[in-house]
């Protein structure tokens, strides 16, 4: 396994469009999260899964915007009806808690970045 | 709510140096954990450095150290001997035992020069 991978890695769109992100997570983590990255600021939380169920979601992630975790395994975020504004990078990361390893730390994706025009 | 403060938005050092980055944070919670992560340009965010709250022992790994002083809510990385391939934005986060997510300051933007 070769870690988070994330595709596409690029998107650029118009308004108005709707957009899919797609998360592989390493393969043994039950924990998934996405987090949204603007130029010059640190990551901000959206959303996260523990294995299939979305246990919380960050007021950011306004109702155009969907995320899901089918089976545990991958996770896709939408965004339909795309704003100039959600313009970011959307990163994915993962982790592993469960008892005998809570060390906290996340694994991170190289990103997707989009572009709205 | 936990906020995580960083200062410097810009630093920078020469090679073979030792440069600090601050951290400060603001919480109400006993347990939890301090992360220093790198982001070098356009590559994938990666762990420099992790702190147990509850361990007093400041952690360590290679030439990185933190100075972790629970009571000031501070949380400064020390790296030593500079590389140029230290250079990247390096991010503070904070996230609580009980908690599921990490809270990132605003990162400082860190150059290495020859």
């Known amino acids: 396994d070769t870690g988070v991978s994330q595709d596409p890695r690029h998107k650029i769109t118009k308004r108005g469009q709707n957009v899919t992100f797609r998360c592989d997570p390493i393969?043994?983590?039950?924990?998934l999260y996405w987090y949204r990255q603007t130029l010059g600021q640190g990551p901000e939380f959206l959303t996260y899964?523990?294995?299939?169920?979305?246990?919380?979601k960050s007021r950011l992630l306004s109702d155009r915007f969907s995320a899901e975790r089918p089976k545990g395994s991958f996770s896709t975020l939408e965004i339909q009806r795309t704003e100039q504004g959600d313009s970011a990078m959307y990163l994915c990361?993962?982790?592993?808690?469960?008892?005998?390893?809570?060390?906290?730390?996340?694994?991170f994706g190289e990103g997707s970045r989009l572009t709205v025009l | 709510a936990q906020t995580v403060t960083q200062s410097q938005p810009e630093m920078s050092v020469q090679e073979a140096e030792t440069v600090t980055l601050s951290c400060t944070y603001d919480?109400?919670?006993?347990?939890?954990?301090l992360f220093w992560y790198k982001q070098p340009p356009s590559r994938q965010m990666i762990l420099v450095i992790r702190?147990?709250?509850?361990?007093?022992q400041n952690a360590t790994e290679n030439r990185f150290s933190v100075n972790f002083q629970k009571a000031a809510k501070s949380f400064s990385l020390k790296i030593s001997d500079s590389q140029l391939g230290d250079t990247a934005m390096y991010f503070c986060?904070?996230?609580?035992?009980?908690?599921?997510?990490?809270?990132f300051g605003k990162g400082t933007s860190l150059l290495v020069t020859p």
């Open positions: 990361a993962s982790s592993l808690r469960d008892r005998l390893s809570n060390t906290g730390e996340l694994f």
């Open positions: 393969s043994e983590h039950n924990r």
């Open positions: 899964f523990q294995n299939e169920a979305q246990l919380e």
């Open positions: 919480t109400s919670e006993s347990n939890y954990y």
């Open positions: 702190q147990e709250a509850y361990k007093q």
């Open positions: 986060a904070f996230m609580p035992n009980s908690g599921y997510a990490l809270n």
